[in-house]
């Protein structure tokens, strides 16, 4: 089964410091891979996604991604945290179907410390 | 991005009613998608809904509990039926945009509270 994994449930990084949030994925042909980051009381606002191409993707935010296909990862990344990236990050993978049914894995809070 | 409405933003009923959540889009959408997040979990998807045809179901969801309305490209209606406690959840509607098929957006959702 198709499926991606956020093996961590809490990430804490001190504002100003690199920040990595760490997805790994399983799924049979090319992956469609995603990150979106729901804060608090709010929806899911897309980041960024690897359809195919360069390995290292940016998105909103100054975030990026990295796309490692021997290690079936995708792996969310920011240079400098801010305290306002505070939230809850949800990668997701794309089935190959019929329909853009999305899997999510489980969720990482990220919480960001002044 | 899309703009993506839901209404209402939050309810609290009561167990044994039923309640029906809308989703309005600002443009023409071929499919839009029905998400449940319960509480502390990660989203789980309900339903696919063509407009035109009836909605696809994913593995334990049912229709009867969970009818889906699209009667139009810019708008569908998820109503939950006969609720308990347990459908406590925050219920969101997603679309691919046109000018970006492969990535879905995201209403504000629903938070649903089932006393």
């Known amino acids: 089964a198709q499926s991606v994994a956020q093996p961590e449930d809490q990430v804490n990084v001190a504002e100003g410091n690199p920040l990595t949030v760490k997805c790994t994925y399983s799924v049979s042909g090319n992956p469609y891979l995603f990150w979106y980051v729901q804060y608090p009381n709010r929806g899911l606002q897309f980041l960024l996604k690897y359809i195919t191409g360069d390995n290292l993707v940016k998105g909103s935010y100054g975030f990026e991604a990295e796309f490692n296909k021997s290690q079936t990862s995708f792996h969310l990344k920011k240079p400098s945290a801010l305290v306002s990236d505070s939230a809850l990050y949800f990668c997701a993978v794309r089935l190959n179907t019929g329909f853009q049914k999305l899997v999510f894995g489980t969720g990482t809070r990220l919480l960001v410390s002044p | 991005s899309a703009v993506i409405s839901q209404k209402p933003s939050r309810d609290i009923c009561q167990r044994g009613t039923s309640l029906t959540i809308q989703c309005q889009v600002d443009?023409?959408?071929?499919?839009m998608f029905w998400y449940r997040q319960q509480p502390g979990q990660s989203l789980t998807l309900i339903a696919t809904a063509n407009q035109g045809s009836e909605a696809t179901y994913e593995s334990g969801f049912v229709i009867d509990k969970f009818p889906i309305s699209r009667p139009n490209l810019t708008f569908s209606t998820l109503t939950v039926s006969n609720m308990s406690p347990e459908d406590s959840s925050i219920y969101l509607c997603?679309?691919?945009?046109?000018?970006?098929?492969?990535?879905?957006?995201f209403g504000p959702g629903t938070r649903l509270t089932v006393l």
């Open positions: 997603s679309v691919p945009r046109a000018a970006s098929p492969d990535t879905q957006y």
């Open positions: 443009s023409q959408v071929t499919m």
